[in-house]
């Protein structure tokens, strides 16, 4: 039986650093090529080494293709470490905006880094202290790529549009959807001969105020591979969350306090802004708002280029007013961050592991007027998922920061919450369900609602852990159109019932390696087969006084009377001779021998006929008792 093989590399029992290797169909594919935002080591990269140990292959020889799915860096960010110093020279695919938007972001971590390693060398006192000192974390990266080498991994990468049915090689097909979730996510389809697997990297089920929701079609995978992010959780009303948000920024900054929002630079980011705008509008606030320096612009430039990725609002109004040109709100300069009173700010990144967002939290934070605002996930060791899990001191570059500020976890995520999981798989309908990019605790819970649920098998392997699944290949077949037009009158014919079986009838052959169902004269005419009909008789005793025409016309009539709704004919052809429906069912009557009162009735029908036969049989059975 035909096999598929799936292991993590990152993301198996874990959130961060999405890398599956998929085996199908003789074919290995890596779907996505993240980093993890939570370790500053030799973790943060996929091991690249165990995919081919043992194979004595380089990673071009042995990977038939890289799929990414969109441009968070725990999705995209090792690409250029892979390409560029492992040297993976094979076929990279995304989508048209993941490809533009890729290298902004990847371009900001590597001057984030590039300024971290700065700060930390001008915080040594000496070259001889440093020499006695233990390695810190980040001291054992390992190697960045350059911009040039950003660069360099993007010319490699071929972009695909939406819908759009990919070749990589003549066995190996791709297939790109809608995912929402941000600006070019797309989950794809991999088939290869009769087996397929569909992968959603990162998608949201309910559409939003800049992106529409995720779509796939019913295209029943072998395997489907989701994300389990929030798989327990089942979020409140949208307008509640949003009501919360704006109505907790609202009394901070009327207390004069400084409200920090650590976003991504775009999806959530636009989000947010569209939201804080329409409202300060409504509530004539002066409160400034700010947002990174360059990043408005950027955004404004990817969401023009790519404005039919948008939702349908955001479409029609585009030609008048471009939502993304915002009034109340403006550049951030490092120098407003001691300006006395209220604003609002949203900074980069969004789990406060580095950059612009971790820098004012440290500002900020040990005033209890101030407010962050969390909106989205955070990988477990960022500052983030430390400040949300209550920790009042966190460590941040050796110095311990007192948390004062307000901390407030409101999720705004663009990922799918179990409900949207459980209709994605409705949607799809695949034969087995795999779990990536979730907790472990968490997705076991999801995994026995899925089994519960919709009776299939549902798997969560860990990092490094190879899933094996056994598929069992569809076999596509021919029908006649004759017999379809044929099937589709009867049904017609009846009373209309949604739960009613919609049967074919017909004769399955194989000519030419091809399978088809045909009626039987032109089965018998393709292989070139005498006909052949298999016949019922059934016989009963009917105990009758006189003649025997009289014991044929009382069986006439009463089958006149049964079957006057059915729409069959009933001809009596001679004195002891009934046919129905122009010979599908015969009924002859003969006199039993020695016997003034016993005739012997025996009905005969054809196979395709039995349905009907069966039935004038069961009619004649009870006229005899």
Known sequence: MPEIKITPLGAGQDVGRSCILLH?????????????????DERKFPDFTAITA??????????????????????CGALPYMTEIVKYEGPIYMTHPTKAICPMLLEDMVRIHEIQKKERNERTNTPKENLTKPKQEDDLTPDFFTSAQIQASMKRVTAVNLHQTTMVDKDLEIKAYYAGHVLGAAMFRIRVGQQSVVYTGDYNMTPDRHLGAAWIDRCRPD???????YATTIRDSKRCRERDFLKKIHECVDRGGKVLIPVFALGRAQELCILLETYWERMNLKVPIYFAS???????????????????????????????????????????????????????????????SLHIFKKWAPNENNMVIMPGFCVSGTVGSKVIAGNKRVEI??????VKMSVQYMSFSAHADAKGIMQLIHYCQPKNVLLVHGEATKMEFLKQKINQEFDIRCFMPANGETCTIATEPDIPVDVALSLMKQEEAEYD?????????????????????????VDIDTAAKELNIPRHSLQFTEGI?????????????KIAEHLKLKLKDNDANVEVLSENEVVIDQGRVRIQIRPVPKSDTEKEVSTTWNLQDDDLGSYIFALLTSLSK
């Open 541 to 553: 005793i009917f105990r009758e006084f006189g003649v025997i025409s009289r014991t044929t016309d």
């Open 493 to 517: 014919a009846l009373p209309p019932d949604p739960k009613r079986q919609r049967l074919i009838h017909g004769v399955l052959i194989m000519k030419e390696d091809k399978l088809k169902i």
């Open 397 to 402: 570059d050796g110095m311990m920061i007192d």
């Open 223 to 229: 395997l489907l591979i989701t994300e389990s992010t």
């Open 54 to 75: 043992g194979f004595g292959k380089t990673l071009t020889d042995y990977l038939d293709c890289v799929i990414i799915s969109h441009f968070h860096l725990d999705h």
């Open 294 to 356: 360059g990043m408005t612009e950027r955004a404004n430039h990817y969401y023009k280029m790519f404005i039919t990725w948008t939702n349908q609002k955001i479409k029609r109004t585009f030609v008048k007013r471009n939502m993304f040109d915002f009034h109340h709100i403006k550049p951030f300069d490092k120098s407003y961050l001691s300006n006395p009173g209220a604003m609002v700010v949203f900074a980069t990144p969004g789990m406060l592991h580095a950059g612009l």
């Open 24 to 40: 199908i169909g003789g074919k290995n594919i890596m779907l996505d090529c993240g980093m993890h935002m939570g370790f500053k």
